[in-house]
């Protein structure tokens, strides 16, 4: 091929909700955890990034763009994530004199995200997952996606477990090199396609504390971070995975909840508090709370990241008690015309449970809602954002 040729290919990567929260690094260079997590990968109908990587001798430099707008590369972060895909590229560009010479080419990444970024909905895990997936598609690189999630965490710690679909873990580790901090499948999609989850958007502002300082805030000031790292996770991790393997929804539920609360515990333990939450927030777990009540048992679970967003599970045969709750009440908001949200029923049984407050609350600081479920791993596509002449065209 000519010299200036095109090389380029294409993915689509998820967002992942964890319902056991990674929060603290032992290492930061290597973004190494203090404690396991685990998450659920939600579906790319509903959340995604869709990134493209091309290389080309043709390009000057490496460049990024997110949404059209310009971004960095030179952070150690995504340094860290081209310099191990070269290196394995190069690895087999050594060993084949017959594949073309991508290794050294400057790399052109062009990536799109259809939900906020930067507001608590994971967009940097999606990102790197995205961009890791892509490059090492571009590279044909053999590693599996496990393997993959050594190089995606380097980037953005959670974004190892977005190259899996289903129900993922993230094993915290023990080697000073990172070696064993990688995800892994606690269960695929398949085993437990009925999970659904409703994002209640309370904002879709950058959060004021940025998790990474967040975490190390944390890390160095709350008396309780390290009570929950060594001696709750753990115990919770297992809980979870059997909860998951048994397919038992409240267990589950009751295990996601407390986690999302013993998180933003220590946050607020955090010296000066770490305030994520917010009156929406608050308004959204009462709600959880009373439609809970009101069924009877636990249909619905809140958790929430490093943001005001409430992200509720619940399962399929519940939609209309805990979506159509929701959509009683917020059915003017934008996000309700998918075909998720048109088949969802109004139940305004269960929605009478909240009080004026709760309602108040959540119609004045709900700006969207987001419907989805558990969904698979990163996609191949062929929908480019680079064309073959190597120039930037919009995403559809």
């Known amino acids: ?76 972060r995504s340094q860290a994530c081209l310099r191990e895909l070269r290196s394995l590229r190069a690895a087999l560009e050594s060993q084949d004199s017959t594949l073309p010479k991508l290794s050294p080419l400057p790399l052109k990444i062009v990536s799109y995200n259809n939900f906020p970024t930067a507001a608590g909905l994971a967009s940097s895990a999606a990102g790197f997952a995205a961009l890791v997936r892509a490059i090492a598609d571009l590279y044909q690189l053999p590693q599996t996606p496990e393997q993959l999630s050594l190089i995606a965490r380097q980037g953005s710690g959670s974004a190892c477990r977005s190259l899996l679909g289903g129900y993922v873990g993230w094993s915290v580790g023990t080697q000073a090199d990172g070696s064993d901090s990688l995800a892994y499948s606690v269960a695929p999609a398949s085993h437990w396609p009925e999970m659904r989850a409703i994002i209640l958007v309370a904002s879709a502002a950058k959060k004021s504390v940025p998790s990474t300082a967040g975490m190390q805030a944390t890390a160095t000031t709350s008396e309780m971070f390290q009570t929950r790292a060594r001696d709750i996770v753990p115990v919770r991790m297992a809980q979870m995975e059997e909860a998951i393997g048994k397919r038992d929804f409240g267990a589950f539920a009751r295990l996601t909840m407390r986690d999302s609360n013993g998180l933003h515990a220590v946050c607020l333990d955090t010296e000066p508090p770490i305030l994520y939450m917010n009156d929406t927030s608050r308004a959204a777990i009462r709600a959880v709370e009373a439609i809970n009540a009101k069924v009877g048992k636990v249909v619905a679970a809140y958790t929430f990241d490093a943001g005001p967003n409430a992200v509720i599970y619940y399962l399929e045969e519940n939609d209309s ?26 139940d305004e049984e269960v929605q009478q449970a909240f009080d004026e407050v709760t309602v108040q609350n959540l119609k004045e600081g709900v700006s969207r809602v987001i419907l989805t479920g558990v969904g698979e791993g990163p996609q191949k596509t062929e929908h480019h954002l680079i064309n073959d002449q190597g120039e930037v065209q919009a995403a559809v």
């Not at 008690?321 to 109004?346: C, H, M, S, Y």
């Open 321 to 346: 008690q805990v979506a159509g709750a929701f959509r009683a009440i917020l059915g003017d908001k934008e996000g309700w015309n998918t075909p998720r949200g048109e088949a969802v029923k109004i």
């Open 1 to 76: 091929m000519a010299e200036s040729s095109i090389y380029r290919a294409s993915t689509t990567a998820p967002v992942n909700i964890a319902v056991i929260k990674y929060w603290g690094k032992r290492d930061t260079s290597l973004n190494l955890p203090t404690n396991s997590s685990l998450s659920v990968t939600l579906s790319q109908s509903d959340l995604r990034t869709l990134t493209t990587a091309s290389c080309s001798s043709a390009f000057n430099s490496d460049t990024l763009t997110l949404n059209s707008e310009p971004q960095s590369l030179a952070g150690a």
